[in-house]
């Protein structure tokens, strides 16, 4: 079973700043590294997937780098609404698919 | 525009059984990889099972192995996940997703339901 793990737990930044999210896998999973978004109440939404595509409507400022165990997740500059809970997931040696624990990124 | 409603959760007692289903439009089913993923209260996110586009293969966690059965019925554009032998840590939000791309297995998550909540307890 591929193990992911983010880091760093949370992240407690202010808007305009920049956010830097860290996923490492436990063996290589190529590029097949996808990252998901979810807010309180609500369901995840994709947001990159193959480590650096961004999926249909998120907007520019998100973007995703890696391959093989160390992937990244920048959000270049946070909006209001970028205050969530990100994971990372991987499809590359599965089942199981597996996720990473999530990181909280809050207003400081 | 893709929706999917999942419906049919609610209480029940440990060892007991629940069927959840989720019912799919705007897309093809036939031609998507379908999961579950579900997340207990305030924890991340556990894949649960997916079936392939093709219908016939089926794959699951080892910690629902031979309680849940998933299965889907395109004529009725639903997915289903019969859960049996339901034990406490079974309690949680149970999503219903849809991969990225027609065809294979890729397990892309790109549209998610709004999720219905299983609480097992007696």
């Known amino acids: 079973e591929v193990v992911l793990t983010q880091s760093p737990a949370t992240l407690s930044l202010s808007p305009g700043e920049r956010a830097t999210l860290s996923c490492r896998a436990s063996?290589?999973?190529?590029?097949?590294l996808a990252w998901y978004q979810q807010k309180p109440g609500q369901a995840p939404r994709l947001l990159i997937y193959d480590a650096s595509n961004r999926a249909t409507g998120i907007p520019a400022r998100f973007s995703g780098s890696g391959f093989g165990t160390d992937f990244t997740l920048t959000i270049s500059s946070l909006e209001p609404e970028d205050f969530a809970v990100y994971y990372c997931q991987q499809r590359f040696n599965w089942p199981p698919l597996t996720f990473g624990g999530g990181t909280k990124v809050e207003i400081k | 525009e893709v929706q999917l409603v999942e419906s049919g959760g609610g209480l029940v007692q440990p060892g007991g059984s629940l069927r959840i289903s989720c019912a799919a439009s705007?897309?093809?089913?036939?031609?998507?990889?379908m999961s579950w993923v579900r997340q207990a209260p305030g924890k991340g996110l556990e894949w649960v099972s997916s079936i392939v586009a093709n219908g016939v293969d089926i794959y699951y966690a080892n910690s629902v192995k031979g309680r849940f059965a998933m299965s889907r019925d395109t004529s009725k554009d639903t997915v289903y996940l019969q859960m049996n032998s339901l034990r406490v840590d079974d309690t949680a939000v149970y999503y219903c997703?849809?991969?990225?791309?027609?065809?294979?297995?890729?397990?892309?998550?790109?549209?998610w339901g709004q999720g219905t909540l299983v609480t097992v307890s007696s």
């Open positions: 063996q290589s999973v190529n590029n097949y």
């Open positions: 997703v849809k991969v990225l791309h027609p065809g294979g297995s890729n397990m892309i998550f790109d549209y």
């Open positions: 705007g897309f093809t089913l036939s031609s998507h990889a």
